[in-house]
């Protein structure tokens, strides 16, 4: 289940707000150290090591000096240019000394480290968490988990037997409106029974990585997996079951078709529709297109009692925030409303509308042996599955029966999980 926004801000006092506004404003410096109330900031904890300074790892810096319950502590990455970057970025928002690491042995096993963040290229997170692994530390590992089924199945056995715990960056179920459209659907049962589940995707192509390793099927795992694991993620969730049959159909027709790094062409899909059959009955559709202008996200559920409808638009070219909205219709059976719904603009601006900055809380929480409602490794693995076998779909043509597809890929053990 998913937590309630609300119920995971203030954790370390939760009946104390905090005032960003007024305590980072020019006007209010004068308030010495021994005189904060209000204004007091949180005192990290623990400390981070950040492995892969990219962009998503830059904004898990950022996030958590913006939570401040954790630290950033050091960095490594095999590019320096990306350390340097994100060493003079961080600088613009935190005066603390970061340690730089020379090779991934001693990002890992700094007796001074509590937790490791693995934020790196996807076709590097299986093999950098065999390293990872040895320390006996705390683990977040981004999304997707791995670039192939195998890969992630295998993580997710190390993580059954792991002395700590490994936390999937699926940072979506942390959105502002999926949070609420899972306490309406789940928590309230506002729609009754679901049966139906429709989520889209509407975005600009791939943005510029290191070496442009997001082109690539073999390096990224393929769109579905690469993106759309979040998607796939936030659809099992409510669907509640497993899935039964996936049919997929999709490919690439406008991005990257000319682009070409080191005579290799893109092969990477750039829209798609996908249908899932789950077990208990309910029938879910994902649609995605990656040529269009602005960013928009829709989720449509519907139950026997009533239809949820969440979006969120960002039009990024009018340099607008993130707008958001829920609306519940329930006709005879009960309340209608329609309402936005938002996270403070701090906490939206530092990375993937707020989301991140909640899916940190979750994170802290572990470490300080919190019950938490974080991403596993197994449903890590699902997201994935569903990925696969639609990617599987739009190779093959046809759709792909579940039961044979894990079958097929020494995955059946995993259908009577």
Not at 317 to 344: C, N, R
Request: net charge negative; proline share 4%; hydrophobic share 40%.
């Amino acid at each position: 289940r998913i937590i309630n926004a609300d119920s995971r801000l203030n954790n370390s006092n939760k009946t104390k707000p905090r005032l960003r506004f007024f305590e980072d404003a020019p006007g209010q410096q004068h308030i010495v150290e021994s005189d904060q109330y209000l204004y007091q900031r949180p005192i990290p904890n623990h400390n981070l090591v950040v492995i892969g300074t990219g962009t998503i790892g830059q904004e898990h810096m950022r996030v958590a000096t913006l939570l401040g319950r954790a630290q950033i502590y050091g960095i490594f990455d095999t590019q320096k240019h990306s350390m340097d970057i994100a060493e003079a970025n961080f600088t613009g928002y935190s005066h603390k000394p970061l340690v730089r690491y020379p090779d991934l042995e001693s990002a890992c096993n700094d007796p001074a480290v509590d937790a490791l963040f693995i934020c790196t290229p996807n076709y590097t997170h299986f093999e950098i968490l065999q390293t990872a692994i040895k320390s006996g530390k705390p683990i977040f590992l981004e999304k997707p988990m791995a670039t192939d089924l195998q890969d992630a199945a295998a993580t997710e056995a190390m993580a059954r037997d792991y002395s700590s715990f490994i936390q999937i960056g699926l940072q979506y179920r942390y959105k502002a409106q999926y949070v609420e459209a899972f306490h309406e659907a789940l928590d309230r049962a506002s729609l009754g029974d679901i049966k139906t589940i429709s989520l889209s995707e509407y975005r600009p192509p791939f943005l510029d990585k290191v070496a442009q390793w997001n082109k690539f099927n073999s390096t990224s795992g393929g769109t579905l997996v690469e993106k759309c694991c979040h998607y796939f993620d936030l659809i099992n969730l409510l669907a509640q079951s497993q899935p039964l049959k996936v049919y997929a159909s999709g490919g690439q027709a406008v991005n990257f078709i000319d682009f070409e790094r080191d005579g290799k062409k893109s092969d990477i899909d750039d829209h798609a529709f996908v249908v899932i059959d789950y077990a208990n009955g309910t029938r879910a559709n994902f649609t995605l297109n990656m040529f269009c202008h602005e960013f928009s996200e829709e989720l449509v559920v519907s139950g026997d009692r009533g239809r949820l409808k969440a979006t969120e638009v960002f039009n990024f070219h009018q340099q607008q925030g993130a707008k958001a909205t829920l609306a519940i219709e329930a006709g005879e059976l009960g309340p209608s409303k329609t309402m936005d719904v938002t996270y403070p603009a701090l906490i939206e601006q530092s990375g993937h509308h707020g989301a991140t900055y909640f899916e940190h809380i979750a994170f802290v929480d572990q470490l300080e042996k919190k019950s938490v409602s974080a991403a596993t490794p197994l449903q890590g693995l699902w997201s994935m599955i569903v990925a696969s076998a639609a990617q599987a779909s739009i190779a093959s043509g046809g759709a792909v029966d579940i039961n044979q597809f894990m079958a097929a890929n020494d995955l059946a053990h995993y259908t009577n999980d």
